[in-house]
């Protein structure tokens, strides 16, 4: 089956750096997407990882490694407004996104 | 780029009625369209995936009856969720992507809808 594997909730103090690890499991796969997404709200578009190695974008970089099944994304310098959900979709072989829960993450000044 | 934007962005409606939720990009032409729900603290479900001119194609467990979805043109998707009922209730989010080898999704801002 396909599966993904992510905390339900992290805390971290606003201008820390924080790191949200993603396990999965797809039939096939296509690269893997992060997307943020704020309570009430849709989601909105990260960063996407096809081949292993870290994408920086700046406060947020992701890494991707297809052999393990892992992904990570990296919040640096975080600020209050990174309060949300992060989801990890990896995408399967019929180029389908997959969605988990996410990752609550919740930031304390 | 990539805006898509969704109307209503709330809805509120009587059981047994219809309501027709629109899903438009606005500076580009998707080439699929998504439609998903999500409940308070679960993961997006996708519902259907529509390419236009073409019918949906529906996930297992959705009712195309009752969901029923529309891909006139490149910019424009609508769903309609006929005779709803209060376990209707839900988040409905569209996404849209360019094709070819851009598969990231854009999402809409989402429909809240509340039956009565």
């Known amino acids: 089956g396909q599966n993904i594997d992510q905390p339900t909730e992290m805390t971290a103090t606003e201008g820390a750096i924080v790191q949200i690890n993603c396990t999965y499991q797809?039939?096939?796969?296509?690269?893997l997407f992060w997307y943020q997404q704020h309570a009430g709200e849709a989601p909105t578009f990260l960063s996407y990882n096809v081949l292993d190695g870290l994408e920086e974008k700046g406060r947020f970089s992701s890494f991707l490694s297809r052999s393990k099944g892992y992904s990570y994304l990296l919040l640096k310098e975080l600020q209050m407004k990174d309060s949300a959900s992060y989801l990890c979709a990896p995408m399967d072989s019929n180029y389908q996104l997959i969605w988990g829960a996410g990752t609550k993450l919740i930031i304390k000044p | 780029g990539a805006v898509v934007s969704q109307h209503p962005s709330w809805v509120i409606c009587k059981s047994g009625t219809s309501v027709k939720i629109e899903c438009r990009s606005l500076?580009?032409?998707?080439?699929?369209m998504f439609w998903y729900r999500q409940f308070p603290k679960q993961s997006l479900m996708l519902m259907a995936t529509?390419?236009?001119?073409?019918?949906?194609?529906?996930e297992q467990g959705v009712e195309k009856d009752k969901f029923l979805i529309n891909h006139a043109s490149l910019t424009l998707s609508t769903l309609t969720v006929t005779s709803a009922h209060p376990e209707d209730s839900s988040f409905y989010i569209c996404s849209a992507n360019r094709g070819g080898d851009a598969y990231e999704q854009y999402f809409g801002p989402g429909t809240r809808l509340t039956v009565t």
């Open positions: 529509s390419n236009e001119g073409s019918k949906a194609t529906y």
């Open positions: 500076d580009f032409q998707a080439t699929t």
């Open positions: 797809t039939s096939g796969f296509n690269g």
